[in-house]
C-alpha cells in the first residue's frame, strides 16, 4: 500500500524526523511498511528496531516532541524530570543497559519504591515529632511482618478482591494494637498511592505483584529524555500528527490525522489506554472481545510530582527522604531530597491518588503551599517559601489522560499481554495490528522498561523472529 497523502515533515531535533514525507525521490509515494502511533520510549524502541531490520517506518506522534511520559524541563537552565525519574532497580534493566551505552549519567536514588527503610529517610511519628531509630526499626518490622501475609494471600486470591480488602484480612492476622494496624494499615494505602497513584481499596487485588525492586534504583541528573532522542535519532518522526482514526483490514492500515491520512502494510499503537478508552483515537473496527475485556481492566491513575526549590536545605544532610506518619499526612507525607541530582536544595514530592484527585484544579502556588504548611508543622516556621515550584498535569493531558495505568478489581497481570497479542481481521490473514506501551507489558508495568520491552514484543512479532533489545543501542 501507499500513503494517500502526502504531508509537510515536522521535524524534531536530534536528526528526528530526517528524509521527505513519505515521498520517494521520483515523487512517487513511498511505501511505508510500518507506521507506529506514538514516539514514547515503547514506540520509539519498536520503529528503531524495524528500521534497523530494513523496514520503512513512520512515526506519527501527537506532540511537539518525542519522549511521550519521558519528559525533561530544562526551563532556566534546571533540569526537571516531569514524567518518569527512576529506573526501579538497574539489575538485568534493559534500560540501564541503554542508558549506560547512551553515556547517560545515573545517580544512585533508592527511594522510589516505597520502601520504609532501604535508605535513610527522616521520620515523624503523627504528633509530628521525630522517631527514633528503634521506633523506626520497629514500624519497618510490622510492615515486614504484615507483608509477608500479604504476599500468600494476594497469591491465593483471585481476582475480584481489591488489594484494600487483602490488607485488611493480613492485618486481621496479627494480634496487635489498634495503633500498630493503623499504621500498617496506613504504610500500604500510601504505597498503593505513590506506586500506582489510587487509593488501595480501588486497585485490584495483583495490582501490586511487580512492585519489586531488582538492585538499587538509579535517577538521571542530566534528564531522562536522552535516552528518547537517542532512540528517536535517525528514525522518521511526524510530529504534531494526532491521530484520530486506524481502520485495519487484511490489506493493510489506514491511520488518520485531523487533515491528512497514511496506509502502511501494518501499525504499532502505543498510545496510553487512556487515550483508547477516551475515543480519541477510535479503532475501525474496534478491539476484538478479549481485548476489549482487557482493555477495560485498567485505568490512567490520578499522579502528580510537586518539586520544591529552596534557597536554603532545612532538612537534615544524609537523608534520603523526608516522611510523616499519621492523618496530618494524609495527602503530603514524603518528600524526596533531589540534593543527590543537583547543588540547588529541592524535594520531590507527590500528589497521588485523592490528593491529585482533590487538587487538580488549584493553582502551582496554592499546592505547593499545602504541602510546605505541613514541611513547617515538623520543621518549624523557620521553613521559607520554595523559589520555584513545578506541578505536572498529567490527568489534563489529552495524550496520556494520567501517569500510567492501574490494574482494577478482576484483573491478573497477564490482561496487560493479552493487549499486545497481534491481531489479524482474517483468522489466517496478515496479522497488522499491534498494541504496545506500559500497559502491555505484564511482567513490571507501568514503567519506562515495560514500554520498551513491549516495543521490543511488538518488533519481533512483526517480523515474526526474535531480535536481540541490544540492537537498540548497538
Ligand atoms: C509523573 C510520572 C512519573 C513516572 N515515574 C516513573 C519512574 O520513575 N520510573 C518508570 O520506570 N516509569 C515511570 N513512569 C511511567 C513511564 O513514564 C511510562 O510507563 C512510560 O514512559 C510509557 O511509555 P509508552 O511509550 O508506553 O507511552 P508514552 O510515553 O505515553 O508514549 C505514547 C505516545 O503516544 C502519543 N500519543 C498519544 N495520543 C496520540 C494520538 N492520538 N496520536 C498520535 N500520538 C499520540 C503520546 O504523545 C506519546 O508520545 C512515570 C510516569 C509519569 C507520568
Known amino acids: 500500500m501507499t500513503a494517500e497523502q502526502e504531508l509537510p515533515s515536522v521535524s524534531a531535533g536530534g536528526g528526528v524526523g530526517a528524509g521527505a514525507a513519505g515521498t520517494d525521490p521520483a515523487g512517487k509515494p513511498d511505501r511505508i511498511d510500518t507506521l507506529v502511533v506514538g514516539a514514547g520510549i515503547a514506540g520509539l524502541t519498536a520503529a528503531r528496531l524495524l528500521q534497523r531490520e530494513g523496514h520503512r517506518v513512520v512515526v506519527l506522534e501527537a506532540r511537539s516532541r518525542v519522549g511521550g511520559r519521558v519528559w525533561t524541563d530544562r526551563t532556566g537552565g534546571r533540569i526537571t524530570d516531569r514524567g518518569a525519574s527512576w529506573i526501579h532497580g538497574i539489575h538485568d534493566s534493559p ?8 553515556g547517560m549519567r545515573m545517580v544512585e536514588f533508592t527511594v522510589g519504591g516505597y520502601q520504609p527503610d532501604s535508605r535513610p ?26 507483608n509477608t501475609v500479604l504476599e500468600r494471600l494476594i497469591s491465593d486470591a483471585g481476582s475480584e478482591a481489591t488489594f484494600g480488602d487483602l490488607v485488611e484480612r493480613a492485618l486481621a492476622e496479627q494480634d496487635w494494637s489498634s495503633a500498630r494496624v493503623e499504621s500498617v494499615r496506613e504504610y500500604n494505602d500510601r504505597r498503593a498511592q505513590e506506586q500506582y497513584g489510587v487509593a488501595m481499596m480501588h486497585l485490584g487485588a495483583h495490582g501490586l505483584d511487580d512492585d519489586v525492586i531488582d538492585g538499587p534504583e538509579v535517577v538521571f541528573p542530566d534528564g531522562y529524555d536522552e535516552l528518547a532522542s537517542r532512540l528517536a535519532d535517525g528514525l522518521d518522526v511526524r510530529l504534531g500528527h494526532a491521530v484520530t482514526r486506524v481502520a485495519w483490514a487484511s490489506e493493510g492500515v489506514v491511520i488518520s490525522t485531523a487533515d491528512a491520512s497514511f496506509a502502511a502494510a501494518r501499525t504499532i499503537v502505543t498510545v496510553p489506554v487512556g487515550v483508547l478508552q477516551a475515543g480519541d483515537l477510535v479503532l475501525e473496527p474496534p478491539l476484538p472481545p478479549r481485548q476489549a475485556r482487557a482493555l477495560a481492566l485498567f485505568r490512567m491513575n490520578a499522579f502528580e510530582k510537586v518539586v520544591l ?24 507525607h514524603s518528600w524526596y531530597d533531589l540534593g543527590r541530582l543537583h547543588d540547588e536544595p529541592a524535594l ?15 493553582s502551582d502556588d496554592d499546592i505547593a503551599a499545602s504541602s510546605v504548611a505541613q514541611l ?8 521559607p517559601d520554595p523559589t520555584s515550584v513545578v506541578v505536572t498535569r498529567w ?11 492501574y490494574m482494577l478489581p478482576g484483573s491478573v497481570g497477564a490482561d496487560h499481554d493479552v493487549l499486545a497479542e497481534p491481531l489479524r481481521p482474517a483468522p489466517c490473514g496478515p496479522a497488522v495490528l499491534h498494541l ?20 521490543h514484543r511488538a518488533a519481533q512479532n512483526v517480523l515474526e523472529r526474535p531480535v536481540a533489545v541490544s540492537d537498540l543501542w548497538a
Open 348 to 362: 520531590l514530592t507527590f500528589a497521588a491518588g485523592p490528593a491529585a484527585i482533590a487538587t487538580r484544579d488549584w
Open 395 to 405: 490527568q489534563d493531558d489529552p495524550f496520556s489522560r494520567g501517569s500510567y495505568a
Open 95 to 102: 534500560v540501564e543497559q541503554a542508558a549506560r551505552a547512551f
Open 436 to 455: 504496545a506501551g506500559e500497559a502491555t507489558w505484564g511482567d513490571d508495568p507501568a514503567t519506562v522498561p515495560a514500554a520498551l520491552l513491549s516495543g
Open 121 to 146: 529517610l527522616t521520620y515523624f511519628e503523627a504528633a509530628g515529632a521525630r522517631m527514633s531509630p528503634d521506633a523506626v526499626r520497629r514500624y519497618a518490622d510490622d510492615i515486614r511482618t504484615v
Open 376 to 383: 513547617r508543622r515538623l520543621y518549624g516556621d523557620a521553613v
Open 309 to 332: 526549590r529552596f534557597r536554603q536545605r532545612f532538612w537534615e544532610d544524609g537523608v534520603y527522604g523526608i516522611r510523616q506518619l499519621g492523618p496530618e499526612g494524609e495527602w503530603w
